[in-house]
């Protein structure tokens, strides 16, 4: 129980998220030890990595506060896996992760780079303006690839295994390399109380903006996990994405406020919400017991972090 | 001058207005029979039922919250109405027992989002996503039954009542509106919620319980949701949970095309019936062009951003201070 | 106007280990309050409003018609007190309202006609408070951030008033108010006291206060450290009860 406390304590920004996580691994460990043996670890975290992908992807622009938010993760996730397959792969013949990997992340940074303008410089709605990029993404995504097709290349289809850690080991570097620069404090100040920030001469547009392509490269990311989970390009799986990342991202104890939370946060999140769904899964229920079970966690877990906030509040 | 006049609610609505007419007259120039009865009779049908779903958004959006929960009502109220009627209840129970489940669920959702001080959009789409699972495990995913013939006719494109050509719906639509700018312009819900929306820290030294118009006010969402879902089974002829899904990005449109600003405190629902004509008339002119609806999509998120940006931009940060 | 009434205050504690007090402010007396920032003024001051739970003892409303015990800001409102807050910005105006709409917004029941609003009925009642705090703003159904501090202000005391209160207690009404505002207001106060009605005035400038007020309460570690009248109002008194010395 100390453990458990001493972990909750080290992750005091994902608060519930975290205890629910050591609870899921549990449940999971005990129902279904095959599956969750050691060696089965590295295909476990292929299956999760878009998940926590879009999720993380989807925190930045919520951290720069202001109702920031990107619904466009999802699509933008979609546009990737089509772009990739379909255009550069089947049509193009480029095969090179040296081609494929820069140009998907070229990609999503001008779309990031899009909502960034749209949200920061005409000052649209972030959601109205990620709902507007959702709907154009679908759309091309549907014009460029109107039915899944295959197969991606070799290197990409061998990171669905083990090897997913690995960009999911490189987001978390880059992060952890914002973290120690200047930029960190000013989108978290931002975030939390953006006209302070600007009296106090922090360029607002310009982070918020940069959070934004920053969601659009991270969600770039998603995407070739994506397509290396599948292995092929389908047009209709990406959008899915968008809630229930944003799900994970609240459940992760990121304030949809802004200025708190991290990546971190978004992406214990969406595991526990990966957990939930193997757990429900070795029950053998229904894929519709599952949907409302998704449903009801997230309820009860923003839920008991508010309610954890007021106690603490109330102490504190 | 101009930027003011911009700014200004009614000039908002008044050139959502002209946009919907303007496409309109490009329809007509582009497409023959464009402008026939019977395609103006399936527009403003197809138009109503957005309008009577994008009711409840209106109103959570001039409070300053969103509704997410909506598309899964009327997917909810759609299924339940016609496996209940199909099981040989009395169609009269079956939308009373419908809608009472709906307001329970919509009060819910706002008792929660403001007593806890939680963001709706976490809510309304965590219990939209229980709802739906709910309706799917209950038919096992394959709902049956259908509307009484009445609610057909209600809705029906070839219907006309009296000696009007448009089916009940459209005249009831017309009513409706009426009815709801009276209630947000005329009583004191209509001003609380305008002034809750417009500042939540001054609202309850001016007497207003933002607990009980949040209850309130998600509960109506529910209800009119519930009533587009009922309204769409008789469109339709048959069930299907995933007919609300359109809504869901279509009531948030209507909403914003119509110049409510998602931070609350403003927006009219004339406005957003604006939006809805505006939305609708795209949808119809694209496919009639003989676009693909993947590129219809496109375009419509590409009319949404350009509109918005047009007068629906929100203050620099300079200038809220 | 409402029946006249008398606030009083018996064994109020405000924060732990304060020393309780007890007052009564009468119809038609101006009381005053001073103090440093944060010595609980304001929370007496928020306490007398029903708007914060005090540590002890207990708020009544004494009118003729019985008494009644202030626990939450509506039983204050209902038992005829009135409060108009500090922050105009963060907890008094709604900026995308018209200035009508603000000023109506606590007493919407009194412009039902038929079940609606009628804007007739409004716009009268505005009228007549316009003309006597001389609110200046060209059109009424303007956006209220069209006017200036001072006016809003003004419309902001006009709701509170519209409430027709027998108390007023008033969070540093002239604060952000210019020169010439100010007088009006005070001419105001004054008016409605010697119309009967008691008023609570936090300040934080003792000139003001010293013009005013017929007394003044100076707090200092959340109790009153000194109950100040008559001739004995002066700058230098009240200046070194808030800081704690013997004048």
């Known amino acids: 129980m100390s453990g458990l406390r001493r972990m909750a304590a080290r992750w005091r920004g994902a608060g519930f998220a975290a205890v629910l996580l050591a609870i899921l691994i549990a449940v999971n460990l005990l129902l279904n030890p095959a599956r969750f043996h050691p060696a089965a670890w590295g295909a476990l975290i292929g299956l999760a990595a878009p998940l926590i992908g879009a999720a993380v992807a989807s925190a930045p622009v919520i951290l720069a506060g202001r109702g920031g938010i990107d619904i466009s993760v999802g699509p933008l996730m979609g546009f990737v896996n089509a772009m990739v397959i379909q255009v550069l792969f089947l049509r193009l013949g480029m095969s090179s992760p040296l081609f494929i990997v820069p140009a998907a992340l070229l990609i999503g940074a001008i779309v990031g780079a899009a909502n960034g303008f749209l949200a920061t410089i005409v000052r649209i709605q972030p959601i109205v303006a990620t709902l507007g990029t959702y709907l154009i993404l679908t759309g091309m995504t549907l014009t460029i690839l109107p039915a899944p097709i295959g197969p991606a290349p070799g290197w990409l289809k061998a990171m669905a295994g083990p090897w997913s850690a690995l960009p999911l080991a490189l987001i978390f570097l880059f992060w952890w390399l914002v973290r120690q620069t200047p930029y960190y404090d000013q989108l978290m100040a931002v975030g939390s109380d953006d006209r302070a920030a600007y009296t106090a001469g922090v360029p607002v547009t310009k982070v918020r903006f940069i959070a934004y392509v920053m969601t659009g490269i991270l969600a770039a990311c998603a995407g070739l996990m994506l397509t290396a989970l599948i292995g092929s390009a389908d047009p209709n799986i990406g959008p899915s994405y968008t809630l229930i990342a944003i799900a994970a991202v609240a459940l992760g104890g990121v304030s949809l406020a802004g200025g708190r939370g991290g990546l971190a946060g978004a992406a214990i999140g969406a595991v526990d919400i990966f957990l939930l769904q193997s757990v429900l899964t070795a029950f053998n229920v229904s894929t519709y017991v599952l949907q409302i079970a998704y449903g009801a966690i997230l309820v009860v877990a923003v839920i008991m972090t508010a309610l954890q906030e007021r106690l603490s509040g109330r102490k504190g | 001058m101009s930027r003011n006049w911009f700014q200004s609610t009614n000039a908002r609505v008044a050139g959502a207005f002209a946009v919907a007419v303007a496409l309109h007259v490009l329809g007509t120039l582009l497409i023959p029979g464009y402008s026939q009865p019977f395609a103006i009779r399936a527009l403003l049908v197809i138009a109503s039922l957005l309008a009577v779903a994008s009711i409840g958004q209106t109103l959570v959006v001039i409070l300053g919250g969103i509704d997410l929960s909506i598309p899964f009502i009327i997917g909810f109220a759609n299924v339940v109405a016609a496996q209940l009627y199909g099981d040989g209840w009395n169609f009269v129970f079956v939308c009373a027992a419908v809608v009472a489940l709906a307001i329970l669920i919509g009060a819910l959702n706002g008792l929660i989002s403001r007593g806890l001080d939680i963001h709706p959009l976490i809510v309304t789409l965590g219990t939209g996503m229980i709802v739906q699972g709910a309706v799917l495990l209950w038919t096992g995913g394959f709902p049956s039954g259908s509307a009484p013939a009445a609610v057909s006719a209600f809705v029906s494109i070839g219907g006309s009542v009296g000696p009007l050509p448009v089916p009940g719906l459209v005249p009831c639509v017309a009513v409706l509106t009426l009815l709801v700018a009276l209630v947000l312009a005329r009583t004191p819900y209509g001003r609380r919620l305008y002034a809750l929306g417009s500042n939540p820290g001054a609202a309850p030294l001016a007497l207003i319980d933002p607990v009980r118009m949040w209850t309130v006010t998600y509960a109506a969402s529910a209800f009119f949701a519930a009533a587009a879902g009922v309204l769409l089974l008789g469109f339709t002829g048959s069930a299907y949970g995933d007919v609300g899904q359109p809504y869901l990005f279509q009531t948030i449109a209507a909403v914003v095309v119509g110049g409510a600003a998602l931070v609350g405190g403003r927006g009219s629902y004339f406005g957003t019936i604006a939006g809805v004509l505006v939305l609708t008339e795209i949808n119809t002119l694209l496919i009639g062009l003989g676009f693909r609806p993947s590129t219809v999509q496109a375009a419509l998120g590409l009319v949404i951003v350009l509109l918005v940006s047009l007068y629906g931009r929100e203050r620099h940060v300079s200038a809220t201070i | ?247």
């Open chain 3, 1 to 247: 106007m409402a029946d006249r009434a008398s606030l009083s205050v018996r064994g109020l504690v405000i924060a732990p280990g304060a020393s309780p007090m007890t007052q009564t402010i009468a119809p038609g007396e101006i009381v005053g309050l001073a103090g440093l920032d944060g010595h609980g003024q304001e929370r007496f001051l928020k306490v007398l409003a029903g708007l914060e739970r005090p540590a002890g003892g207990e708020v009544t409303v004494e009118a003729p018609t019985g008494a009644r015990a202030i626990t939450n800001f509506r039983k204050a409102v209902a038992g005829g007190i009135a409060y108009l807050p500090r922050d105009r910005r963060t907890t008094g105006i709604f900026p995308t309202q018209s200035v009508l709409d603000n000023f109506a917004v606590s007493t919407l029941s009194r412009d039902m006609r038929f079940g609606l609003l009628s804007f007739a009925a409004r716009r009268q009642r505005y009228e007549s408070y316009r003309d006597r705090l001389s609110i200046i703003a060209p059109r009424p159904d303007a956006p209220i951030t069209t006017l200036s501090g001072g006016n809003q202000q003004k419309v902001l005391l006009a709701r509170a008033l519209a409430l027709e209160p027998a108390i007023l207690l008033l969070n540093d009404p002239t604060r952000g108010v210019d020169v010439a505002t100010r007088h009006v207001l005070y001419d105001v106060f004054r008016g409605l006291a010697a119309d009967g009605m008691a008023l609570v005035i936090l300040s934080s400038e003792i000139e003001e206060i010293l013009l005013l007020c017929h007394r003044v309460l100076v707090f200092r570690e959340q109790q009153v450290a000194a109950e100040i009248t008559g001739d004995a109002m002066k700058s230098d008194t009240v200046i070194a009860a808030m800081f704690g010395r013997a004048a």
